[in-house]
């Protein structure tokens, strides 16, 4: 059975061992981390007035960055939307921005159509305008995945990596040699005695390995234990990221076992 | 009309203010820049970065690499 258990959690940033499931599967989620989990963000602006420092071009870029709070209950695709890809109010949000110099615009300065699509962090400065300097835009953003553009993904700094099994055989003489080779400080000496204290650090090197004469050290990969931590980029919580990624894989075997009865019917 | 889409100009009004995310991992970073700013001035900038919790070096670079010459030229 697949267990979870979380080490670490806050706003942005998730740390969880996942057990008891096979390597294949710790990728699987990580790529629909990655890739599957749509998000909102800006991908078209009307200028309607620019007469800052900063290139059109420029300033839609940086607002297209910015993360914007995700409710993916109340928002559809733009093309699986009932709109058929026109743009409504269940598949795109209007944000505008209207400013005069002299000032920092700030991603807070946005003003949304929607009170609660609303940039995730209120103090990303977007250009510095200056005395008479004038902005006047308006945004639009979508639902897209990670694989069309960055700013789509939900996570950043994705990954997972092998909880091993390092176990210390009776032949070992506690020279401490272990202990000074290891580079994540995996092993420690307790009286004399050498025990693994911080196997969560252990970066799979074989140095201990390696630099043991008795051979006491012994390692094993396949233990089907995951360390995963990730970011997010402030668009939803990191549980809520997990959730939908491991929707959308169900989403996507349903599919693909139904095809593949359809085939067997024929 | 413009479409927020690609990597824009980069053109040295429009890259000197501090990215809004981390150029390689993605991270949003911009609401970061002005405290940093703030702090370095008495704090040790690598102490600061620990503080706001930027682990990587990627994102970390962002801070240490950048300088702010937005709008210097028409002063």
């Known amino acids: ?266 | 009309m413009v479409v927020a889409q690609g990597r824009g100009d980069r053109s040295p009004t429009g890259e000197a203010m501090f990215p809004v995310r981390c150029f390689t991992c993605g991270k949003v970073i911009g609401q970061y820049w002005e405290e940093y700013q703030q702090r370095i001035r008495e704090e040790p900038p690598g102490k600061v970065l620990d503080d706001l919790e930027i682990e990587r070096y990627c994102c970390r670079r962002m801070f240490l690499t950048h300088k702010e010459v937005f709008g210097e030229l028409v002063d």
Not at chain 1, 115 to 134: H, M, Y
Not at chain 1, 151 to 159: D, E, I, L, P, S
Not at chain 1, 191 to 203: L, R
Request: net charge negative; glycine share 6%; charged share 25%.
């Open chain 1, 1 to 266: 059975m697949a267990s979870i258990q979380i080490l670490e959690i806050n706003k942005l940033k998730v740390k969880f061992i996942i057990e008891g499931v096979s390597e294949v599967f710790a990728n699987s989620l990580r790529r629909a981390m990655i890739s599957m989990v749509p998000t909102l963000a800006v991908d078209f602006v009307d200028i309607y007035m620019n007469s800052g420092l900063m290139y059109d071009e420029v300033l839609a870029h940086r607002i297209g960055l910015i993360p914007l709070k995700t409710d993916l209950e109340k928002y559809n695709l733009k093309e699986k939307c009932t709109c058929s890809g026109e743009g409504c109010p269940s598949c795109q949000v209007s944000l505008r921005l209207n400013v005069e110099g002299p000032k920092t615009v700030y991603s807070g300065d946005l003003i949304s159509d929607d009170p609660d699509t609303i940039p995730a962090f209120d103090n990303i400065p977007i250009v510095k305008l200056k005395e008479g300097q004038q902005l006047m835009l308006e945004a639009t953003a979508r639902l897209g995945f990670g694989t069309e553009h960055s700013k789509y993904q939900a996570v950043c700094g994705c990954g997972y990596k092998i909880i091993p099994e390092i176990t210390i055989e009776d032949s070992c003489n506690n020279c401490g040699k272990c202990v000074e080779e290891c580079p994540r400080d995996v092993f420690s000496s307790n009286n004399g005695t050498i025990e693994v204290t911080d196997i969560y650090s252990c970066s799979l090197c074989y140095l201990c390995v390696k630099v043991c004469e008795e051979n006491a050290i012994q390692i094993d990969e396949n233990t089907n234990r995951f360390l995963f931590s990730f970011e997010v980029d402030g668009s939803m919580t990191p549980l809520k990221v997990i959730k939908v990624a491991l929707n959308q894989l169900k989403e996507r075997f349903a599919e693909f076992t139904e095809k593949m009865e359809k085939l067997s019917v024929e």
